[in-house]
């Protein structure tokens, strides 16, 4: 059995697969017994012919080739199912995770750790709202879901053979990574990283992406945005009976001169305000569970190289 199996998703990558090889055979050649899984996510470049020019030279490389774009989380997958090393490592093709960390990692999982992933120490490449926002993301996060996941964690990590398998098999089609490598478990152990600027091409990232991508981080792992609204309504409730003693009584010692427009246009108006928000936040699990019924497969292989 090989000792390493190297995942690499890839997406528009033509100028980053030669780099990335070439910085990865000088840590991996001739010190392990390792092949490559890169996992073509429907890349519309040069991407695919790139790969299939090194995997006729070098049997180690392995391609899958998804039918189309399925996202980072679908390539991780399917190269996490194919991998068939003792220990499997998740690495993006940018140059952004060094490769140099390959041994830390393998000294760690040699020490018996199974789940070991690499933590950012040094945000400052970042713009200060990322940085805020990603923090903030990760507070709520950890507040919220069941199973916590470390800060200024990615994808960027060694898992042992069955670790790998285990997330490959979670049969979501919601794949928030970081939460699903949480919720395997195993003996983790963080290690600590500086992360390099992209090497080459630009990152597939927006605002609007990302603020999908944590909510449907969130809503895959906690439910209490769902049942918030119970307690939030019970309170609402209690007040209002309380205010309608209050008005009773006030009728009945001052008698009632008609007034009070303004306030019932403003409870009026907070209160569908709150109701829509209700509805949303209902609206956004139902359209997960939607997703979730459907039970379409998280990708298509278009075709497999070398297997
Ligand atoms: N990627 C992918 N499918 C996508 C988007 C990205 O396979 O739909 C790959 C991409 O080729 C890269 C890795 O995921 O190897 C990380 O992407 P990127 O550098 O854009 O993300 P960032 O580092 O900015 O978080
Ligand atoms: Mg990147």
Redesign the pocket.
């Known amino acids: 059995m090989k000792q390493l199996s190297v995942v690499?998703?890839?997406?528009?990558?033509e100028e980053?697969i030669a780099l990335f090889f070439d910085a990865a055979e000088r840590v991996l050649s001739g010190r392990y017994e390792y092949e490559y899984v890169f996992?073509n996510?429907g890349s519309r470049d040069g991407t695919l012919s790139a790969l299939k020019k090194l995997a006729l030279q070098y049997p180690c490389v392995k391609i899958i080739s998804f039918s189309r774009?399925?996202?980072?989380e679908a390539?991780v997958t399917a190269g996490l199912a194919a991998a068939q090393a003792q220990a499997v490592v998740v690495m993006?093709?940018?140059l952004?995770d060094p490769v140099e960390l390959i041994d830390v990692f393998w000294q760690k999982f040699q020490e018996g750790y199974e789940n070991v992933y690499g933590q950012r120490t040094d945000r400052s490449s970042d713009s200060f709202l990322k940085r805020f926002t990603a923090q903030s993301f990760y507070k709520i996060y950890n507040k919220l879901a069941d199973f916590p996941i470390p800060y200024n964690t990615?994808d960027f990590r060694l898992l042992s053979l069955r670790a790998a398998r285990a997330v490959a098999e979670l049969p979501e089609r919601e794949r928030f990574m970081k939460g699903l490598f949480s919720w395997v478990g195993y003996k983790s152990v963080a290690v600590p990283y500086a992360r390099a600027p992209?090497a080459a091409g630009?990152?597939?990232?927006n605002w609007w992406n990302l603020w999908n991508f944590a909510l449907g981080g969130l809503t895959s792992a906690a439910t209490i945005p769902l049942k918030l609204w119970t307690y939030a309504g019970l309170g609402v409730s209690l007040f209002a009976f309380i205010f309608a003693g209050w008005i009773a009584y006030k009728k009945l010692v001052w008698g009632n001169p008609v007034s009070g427009y303004a306030s019932i246009m403003v409870t009026l108006l907070f209160f569908s305000g709150v109701q829509l928000i209700t509805l949303g936040v209902i609206g956004e699990y139902l359209s997960r569970i939607f997703v979730e019924v459907k039970r379409r497969p998280p990708y298509l292989v278009d075709e497999k190289i070398n297997f």
Do not use: C, I, L, S
């Open positions: 690499v998703p890839v997406y528009n990558e980053m996992v996510d774009n399925f996202g980072k390539a993006d093709a940018d952004q990615g992209r630009k990152t597939k990232w």
